[in-house]
Each structure stands twice: as structure tokens, then as C-alpha cells.
């Protein structure tokens, strides 16, 4: 049985809390409630400094209770042996940075597009991305035995995420799936998690 950390109690209680509350509300509520938390850069083809904010909102937002459950239980079950190995404030430092870049990346290549983005599941391959280096290819592991690992893990995760982005997922509602966001996340999550790991994790 998983013994959920406190801080990843409080992250999916508050997700939990916007999706009674979307749920509650009249439609053009909740649509100004995604509307304004959702992650849009561009508007009328100019970027909209004053919405940066967004680039952290969006994650706690999602289309429906199945987009939810989803994202929940990764984040339940994967973040909760990430966050054993990097400690409070790593962990944090970890989520805010794969919810920037993974959005940051949905936006630079929907340059000038109002695009709108929500969900966790940036986050999500975030943890993928970092759980590579724990049981995939841990520290005990050569330098070039774990690059190689490394290069064919992030192959198979990028061909599962294009899979899923144009097959479709639970929850999804029939939206379009950012699989830009999910690219950016994980390999924010690859690229981060060394440097952020005090000791080198042995688990398997």
C-alpha cells in the first residue's frame, strides 16, 4: 500500500477541489475559470507576458474526472518514490520545472497560436522522465551503458507519447493531446533530475 507524501497529498487535494468546483459551477463559469488558469501565451498572434503565470496554473486544471484519475495516480504512485529520493524541496523544484519547460514547449511550437493547455500531464512525464534515472538506468551503471539506456528510453517514451497523443487517452474528452508538453516535461525531468539528486539513488 502506497503512503502518500504530504505535499503530494496537498497537490492532488487541491486538484481534486478545482474539479468539484468545475464541476459545480454553470459552464460559462468554469470556461472562464480554464480560461483564465489555462496555459495561453498568445493572444491576436502577440505573446501576453502578464499570463507567465499560467505556465504553473495549468497543471491543476483538467478536462474531466478520467483526465484527473489519470494524472492522479501517476503522480500517487511515481511521485511518491521520486519525492522519497529527492526530499521536499527537490521534488517541488522538480514539478515547478517540468510544468515551465513542458509548457514553455507547447508554446514555442505553437508560436502565435492561442492555444489553451491543461493538465498535469506535463508533470507526469516529468517523473517519467526522472524515474529513468532510477530504474532504468541507475548511477551504479557505466557512463556510456547508462547514455545508451538513457538514449533508447527516451526513444520508446517519445514514440508511446506520439501513440498516445493521436490515439487518444482516458479522459481526454476528444481534445487534442499535447504531446509537446508532454515531450517538454519529460525530458525536463531527464535533463534536471542529476542535478538535483544529493545521493545517487540505488533503487530497483
Known amino acids: 500500500m502506497i ?26 463559469q468554469a470556461n472562464w475559470l480554464i480560461g483564465t488558469f489555462g496555459l495561453i501565451l498568445f493572444w491576436n498572434g502577440e505573446f501576453q507576458p502578464e499570463r507567465l ?26 511521485g511518491s518514490q521520486i519525492y522519497r529520493v529527492l526530499g521536499l524541496d527537490r521534488f517541488l523544484i522538480l514539478l515547478l520545472t517540468t510544468s515551465v519547460l513542458g509548457g514553455l514547449t507547447q508554446a514555442f511550437l505553437h508560436w502565435g497560436e492561442p492555444t489553451l493547455t491543461i493538465g498535469a500531464s506535463a508533470i507526469v512525464f516529468g517523473l517519467i ?36 497523443a493521436y490515439l487518444g487517452a482516458p479522459g481526454d474528452g476528444g481534445s487534442a493531446i499535447s504531446w509537446e508538453a508532454h515531450a517538454g516535461g519529460f525530458f525536463a525531468g531527464l535533463l534536471i533530475f542529476p542535478l538535483l539528486v544529493v545521493r545517487r539513488p540505488t533503487l530497483v
Open 3 to 28: 503512503t502518500l507524501p504530504p505535499a503530494i497529498k496537498i497537490i492532488l487535494g487541491v486538484m481534486l477541489a478545482i474539479q468539484v468546483l468545475m464541476t459545480v459551477l454553470q459552464p460559462n
Open 129 to 164: 522522465g526522472a524515474a529513468g534515472h532510477v530504474w532504468v538506468a541507475p548511477f551504479t551503471m557505466s557512463s556510456g551503458e547508462r547514455l545508451r539506456k538513457l538514449f533508447a528510453f527516451s526513444a520508446i517514451m517519445m514514440l508511446l507519447n506520439l501513440g498516445y
Open 53 to 78: 503565470y499560467s505556465l504553473l496554473t495549468y497543471a491543476f486544471l483538467h478536462g474531466g474526472w478520467l483526465h484527473l484519475l489519470f494524472n492522479g495516480l501517476w503522480i500517487a504512485t511515481l
